[in-house]
């Protein structure tokens, strides 16, 4: 009905979805809330550089 293939409709739909979940956030609020709620992908990085990078952010650690 809408004139787009279904791939892209389904696109739109999950883009709105994030949009709707991360509304009100900034980068650091969003990266803060998808590192504590979803860690999948991590990259292993030194522990050194790992705590610089969140110190930067402002995420605490317990």
């Not at 009905?1 to 650091?28: F, H, P, S």
């Not at 990266?31 to 402002?58: A, H, I, M, T």
Request: aromatic share 10%; proline share 2%; no cysteine.
């Amino acid at each position: 009905m809408q004139g787009i293939n279904l791939k892209r409709y389904i696109e739109g739909l999950l883009a709105k979805d994030v949009e709707d979940m991360l509304a009100g956030m900034d980068g650091n609020d969003a990266y803060r809330w998808l590192s504590k709620n979803e860690p999948d992908g991590y990259v292993r990085v030194g522990k050194k550089e790992k705590q610089d990078f969140e110190n930067w952010l402002g995420i605490e650690r317990k």
